[in-house]
């Protein structure tokens, strides 16, 4: 890669401080250095390298877990974004569901947590990504994954939506599910990490369960 590809990647990463005549030049740039370098990832790489991945997370399940771990497999740092919603009442705080994701990934260095309010696009927007990462179990949540991806690139079309399928064992889970089974005392193996599940039990305060008991 020489000077120019690295100033043409530079640009974009520093697109929203860049003039627009200059942000199309570096565009053309990128994409001519693309085509005359197939098999070259490095490029489409930097300019994708963060990505956002919101949601409520009330709580995480391992789901959500799975869809963490494939967006790993495409971008160099996932930021999870955790709603703060004051209408919309949850079982655990705002802080304890950053916590407990934080907890469950303390291990790695790629992945950031943090809670954000207001607009998705604009929690992107000032932490510098400009992908949005959300996980489509089944045809039921195309709808209104479909029309909240639509809407957020109303709201910033520079950035883009992209879905991933969480692996076939967890197509059922739903954080709403998971709390149900939980206050009932049905067993949590399997569906979320063994931190939430403990967090489950202390709020419902039902006792440990596994599926042969
Ligand atoms: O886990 P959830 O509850 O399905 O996540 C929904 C979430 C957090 C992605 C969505 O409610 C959201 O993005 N809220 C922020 C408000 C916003 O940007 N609204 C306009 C675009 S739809």
Not at 112 to 133: C, P, Q, R, W, Y
Not at 137 to 153: H, T
Not at 176 to 192: A, D, F, I, Q, T
């Amino acid at each position: 890669m020489d000077e120019k590809d690295k100033r043409a990647i530079y640009l974009l990463g520093q697109k929203k401080n860049a003039e627009s005549e200059e942000i199309r030049l570096t565009k053309q740039l990128f994409f001519d250095t693309k085509l005359n370098n197939p098999g070259e990832r490095v490029h489409c790489v930097d300019m994708i390298k963060k990505a956002v991945y919101p949601g409520s997370f009330d709580p995480i399940t391992n789901g959500h877990v799975d869809i963490i771990h494939r967006g790993l497999e495409i971008f160099d740092q996932i930021l999870i974004a955790v709603l703060e919603n004051p209408k919309k009442r949850s079982l655990f705080s705002t802080k304890e569901r950053v916590t407990m994701i934080q907890e469950i990934f303390a291990e790695n260095e790629n992945i950031e947590v943090k809670s954000f309010h207001g607009l998705l696009v604009d929690f992107a927007n000032t932490n510098e990504s400009k992908m949005i990462i959300r996980g489509m179990r089944a045809i039921s949540d195309f709808e209104y994954e479909f029309q909240m991806a639509l809407m957020n690139r109303k709201l910033d079309p520079d950035i883009e939506t992209l879905f991933m399928m969480p692996s076939l064992n967890y197509s059922f889970l739903s954080s709403r599910l998971v709390k149900e089974v939980s206050m009932l005392g049905g067993c949590l193996e399997g569906l979320v990490p063994g931190e939430v599940g403990d967090k489950l039990r202390d709020k419902y305060k039902t006792a440990p369960k596994t599926n042969s008991t």
